[in-house]
C-alpha cells in the first residue's frame, strides 16, 4: 500500500515523464528507420522547418562536442536524482509535477540515445531563424523548466508563499 501511495503523491510527475519519453524515442525511431543517411533532410515547410537527420556527440546546442561520454552520466544522474526527488520527496505541486516530469522526460530520452548509440539522434530543424536541430526531449526540458518558472512566477505568489 505504500508503494502505491508513493507513487500516487505525484502522479501527473510519472504520467508525463513516461508520456515524454515515449513519444520522444517513437520519434527517434521512426527517424532512424526513415532517414538511410545522416543530413537527409524533408522539408515541411521549405526553408521553414524540415525534419532533417541529425546525430549530436554535444548538449544543448552541439556544446560539449564529443563529451558524450561524461554526458550519458549526467543525463543518468539526473533522471535518478529527479525519480528521487518524486518518489522520497514531499507530494509536489501542479507546476512543479509537469516541470519536473518534462525535465524528466527529457534527460532520460537524451540519456537513452547517448547510451544506445553514443550520440543524441536530432532531427526538427527550424530553418526561418538558423536554429540548431533538436528533438521532442530538448523540447520536453524546455516545457519543464518553462513549468519551473510558471511555479516561481505565480504559484507561489498565488499562494502566499514567499521564496526569502
Not at 525511431?29 to 546525430?55: A, C, K, M, R
Not at 543524441?120 to 530553418?127: E, M, S
Amino acid at each position: 500500500m505504500a508503494l502505491r501511495k508513493d507513487l500516487l503523491k505525484n502522479r501527473w510527475f510519472w504520467i508525463i515523464a513516461l508520456i515524454g519519453l515515449i513519444l520522444d524515442q517513437l520519434t527517434k525511431t521512426i527517424v532512424l528507420q526513415t532517414f538511410p543517411e545522416v543530413g537527409d533532410t524533408i522539408p515541411l515547410w521549405n526553408s521553414v522547418f524540415h525534419f532533417t537527420y541529425v546525430q549530436n556527440t554535444g548538449a544543448a546546442f552541439s556544446i560539449f562536442t564529443d563529451g558524450v561520454h561524461w554526458l550519458r552520466w549526467l543525463s543518468l544522474f539526473v533522471s535518478l536524482g529527479l525519480m528521487a526527488l518524486a518518489w522520497f520527496g514531499d507530494r509536489l505541486n501542479m507546476w512543479e509535477q509537469l516541470g519536473y516530469g518534462f525535465i524528466l522526460s527529457g534527460a532520460m530520452g537524451n540519456g537513452v540515445d547517448r547510451f544506445l548509440f553514443g550520440y543524441v539522434v536530432d532531427f526538427l530543424d527550424f530553418r526561418l531563424i538558423n536554429f540548431p536541430v533538436f528533438n521532442i526531449a530538448d523540447v520536453c526540458i524546455n516545457i519543464g523548466i518553462a513549468c519551473l518558472l510558471l511555479n516561481i512566477v505565480f504559484y507561489e505568489r498565488l499562494s502566499g508563499k514567499n521564496s526569502d
